[in-house]
């Protein structure tokens, strides 16, 4: 994290260099990005934001000097790559995975401390005063996961690696690393040449989206009492119909159909299936 920009319109952003090295924070990698990579998370992050999908943005690429080694496709044939930085750009890239690690930690203050700030910046409807926030902060996390999710579905795009440290909690794709467009309608796209199990399959999505709400839950609870955990895991329940009321909106625009009619979703799945045959 390079530091907090904020433009003339009075619009805070964070700014991210990705590839430029290691971190405190690395995984046993060197830090580095291949220019290849770069290239497609600058692009696709642009183009999604102007398909109308919540997104962060690229604002500039630069080639690295630095070699990078890498097995493209995890078959043992390592390869020497150039490397460049992207700086990109959210309004915010904490995650599901920043609260559920200090959670498991059992570092409560801390994850109190850094929930209320979250809040307090980028839930703006929250008022920091109501005792429910908690409770409203999973309200709206859960309802915008399933609004994203819907949008990917929308135009046929897959994350390649849909856990918790990649989904975003102000609901904006994240991450760019394995990722596909599907050319035609299969539901068992794969974009991840590592996804040897499929996990993360495009007709995984939506339930790969709950499963990590339903660890964003886990992280909440110890802040919550007996009545709001009971009340967020009838929120965590409503996620399904959330998705699909927004899903069968979207597709319904794209096929031009007006006003209510109960053959709408039979239309939508029927023609889903002819896609799939074709």
Known sequence: ???????????????????????????NGDGR???????????????????GIPTSRAASLVVSDDDVWRDQFYNGNIKKERGAIVL???KS?????????LAHSGELDLLRRLLDFIIQEHFPS??????NRYLEFFSTVVSETANLISLWMSVGFAHGVCNTDNFSLLSITIDYGPFGFMDSYDPNFVPNTSDDERRYK????????QFNLSKLLQALKPLLDPRQKQLASQI?????????????????T??????????????????????LLC
């Open 202 to 209: 495009i007709g995984n999505q939506a339930s790969v989206g």
């Open 88 to 90: 990109r750009l959210a």
């Open 126 to 131: 929250i008022p920091m005063n109501d005792s």
């Open 1 to 27: 994290l390079v530091g907090v920009y904020t433009n003339r319109h009075g619009e805070r952003w964070e700014l991210q260099l990705k590839g430029s090295g290691k971190t405190p924070y690395s995984r």
């Open 33 to 51: 990005a291949v220019l290849r990579s770069s290239v497609r998370e600058f692009l696709c992050s642009e183009a999604m934001h102007y398909l």
């Open 93 to 101: 890239w904490f995650r599901i995975g920043s609260l559920e690690i």
């Open 254 to 275: 794209k096929l031009g159909l007006l006003g209510e009619n109960e053959n709408d979703n039979y239309l939508i799945a029927f023609l889903l299936k002819v896609s």
């Open 236 to 252: 965590l329940k409503g996620y399904g119909e959330h998705y699909y009321s927004r899903f069968t909106e979207l597709f319904k």
